[in-house]
């Protein structure tokens, strides 16, 4: 049996993880570390708070002490735990520093100490940038344009610092635009969807011709635990599935879905620093077997009826600037 320390668990793409990782590794175990952001939510576990393989620990990752003490127990990690939203970075970058930076340091740190031959950080495609043309490789240079963006290169570039010091080689995976069930009402997805159940317009930056690719959230988190027990240690995996399209693209099938017209569109003025286009090569993570099971259009309508079947999970999360639009 594995111990797996996963930590922000509670979050979006770690809960879904967590929950995907148990049902398909009946042998390993998992403490799932979480210090309860706004976006970390109990509730988006509480269907396996019983099984006997998991175990929740109230904790921050910068907390040197707690995470040394639960590195004793466990044989891996895998490090979701970071704050995401890039609108949030550009207000306020301190915390961005703080979580992405300090505290996988605080983790890696502490692996290398304990001698934890297996770690796993998730990475973000916007490290690179944008591209006008082709997709990006694992070994292209990182040009992040965003405050949240720019913590996450400064952590791969300590990872590869870590490596070349100290010999400690991590697996980095690189993942394009996630999106499905207990995704925070911030994010475009999520956000358009909600509103719309609730009669209201659908903010998009600019004239929505930024470009995104799309990857449903199990997918997603089968590249991980795919990577995670077949990678090769000290290599990053880009994760994507080539569904690029554009923000307008985006919001036209949402408003189809809902039998909705371009009128509920509200353009609104674009962000500072915004990247026009990302598109990652995956080659790298295919070779080890990986194929998305899921089609864009198929994962959007599933993604719209959770929505629609969970609305108490959501509403009282729609709350602040970010999340009540129009």
Same mark, same amino acid.
């Given at each position: 049996?594995?111990?797996?320390?996963?930590t922000?668990?509670?979050?979006?793409?770690?809960? +879904?993880?967590?929950?995907?990782?148990l049902a398909?590794?009946q042998?390993?175990?998992?403490i799932?570390?979480?210090?309860? /952001?706004?976006?970390?939510?109990?509730?988006n576990?509480?269907?396996?708070?019983?099984?006997?393989?998991?175990?929740?620990?109230k904790?921050?990752?910068?907390? %040197?002490?707690?995470?040394?003490?639960?590195?004793?127990?466990?044989?891996?990690?895998?490090?979701?735990? %970071?704050?995401?939203?890039?609108?949030?970075?550009?207000?306020g970058?301190?915390?961005?520093?703080?979580?992405?930076?300090?505290g996988?340091?605080?983790?890696?740190?502490t692996?290398?100490?304990r001698?934890?031959?297996?770690?796993?950080?998730?990475?973000t495609?916007?490290?690179?940038?944008?591209?006008?043309?082709?997709?990006?490789k694992e070994?292209?240079?990182?040009? $992040? +344009?965003?405050?949240? %963006?720019a913590?996450?290169?400064?952590?791969?570039?300590?990872?590869?610092?870590?490596e070349? /010091?100290?010999?400690?080689?991590?697996?980095?995976v @690189?993942?394009?635009?996630?999106?499905?069930?207990?995704?925070? $009402?911030?994010?475009?997805?999520?956000?358009?969807?909600?509103?719309?159940?609730?009669?209201?317009?659908?903010?998009?930056? *600019?004239?929505?011709?930024?470009?995104?690719d799309?990857?449903?959230?199990?997918? +997603?988190?089968r590249?991980i635990?795919?990577?995670?027990?077949?990678?090769?240690?000290? /290599?990053?995996?880009?994760?994507?599935?080539?569904?690029?399209?554009?923000?307008?693209?985006?919001?036209?099938?949402?408003?189809?879905?809902?039998?909705?017209?371009?009128?509920c569109?509200?353009?609104?003025?674009?962000?500072?620093?915004?990247?026009?286009?990302?598109?990652?090569? /995956? *080659?790298?993570?295919?070779s080890?077997?990986?194929? $998305? @099971?899921? *089609?864009?259009?198929?994962a959007?309508?599933?993604?719209?009826n959770w929505?629609?079947?969970?609305?108490?999970?959501?509403?009282?999360?729609?709350?602040?600037?970010?999340?009540?639009?129009?």
């Open positions: 049996m594995k111990r797996i320390l996963v922000g668990g509670l979050g979006f793409i770690g809960s +879904n993880f967590i929950r995907f990782f398909n590794n042998a390993d175990s998992v799932n570390l979480d210090k309860i /952001t706004y976006c970390g939510n109990p509730e576990l509480k269907d396996i708070e019983q099984d006997s393989r998991y175990r929740f620990v904790g921050d990752i910068c907390d %040197a002490p707690l995470v040394d003490k639960l590195l004793k127990e466990i044989d891996a990690v895998i490090n979701f735990a %970071a704050e995401t939203h890039v609108d949030r970075s550009i207000e970058a301190k915390v961005f520093i703080e979580t992405n930076v300090i996988t340091q605080t983790l890696l740190e692996a290398r100490r001698g934890i031959k297996r770690f796993l950080h998730i990475s495609d916007e490290v690179y940038g944008s591209i006008e043309r082709g997709s990006f070994t292209d240079p990182l040009s $992040p +344009n965003s405050p949240y %963006a913590s996450k290169a400064a952590t791969d570039l300590l990872i590869r610092a870590y070349k /010091t100290y010999g400690y080689q991590v697996i980095v @690189r993942s394009t635009n996630n999106f499905g069930p207990y995704q925070y $009402p911030e994010k475009v997805i999520p956000l358009f969807i909600t509103n719309l159940i609730e009669g209201k317009k659908v903010p998009l930056y *600019s004239r929505g011709e930024n470009m995104r799309w990857i449903y959230v199990e997918d +997603n988190c590249a635990d795919l990577v995670f027990r077949t990678g090769e240690p000290g /290599t990053i995996y880009n994760i994507g599935t080539g569904s690029e399209i554009t923000n307008i693209e985006l919001t036209r099938r949402i408003l189809k879905i809902f039998s909705k017209t371009e009128d569109i509200e353009y609104v003025t674009d962000r500072p620093g915004h990247d026009f286009r990302y598109s990652l090569d /995956t *080659s790298r993570v295919c080890l077997g990986f194929k $998305p @099971r899921y *089609s864009f259009d198929k959007l309508a599933e993604t719209v929505y629609k079947s969970h609305e108490s999970w959501w509403r009282s999360l729609k709350k602040d600037k970010f999340t009540v639009k129009l």
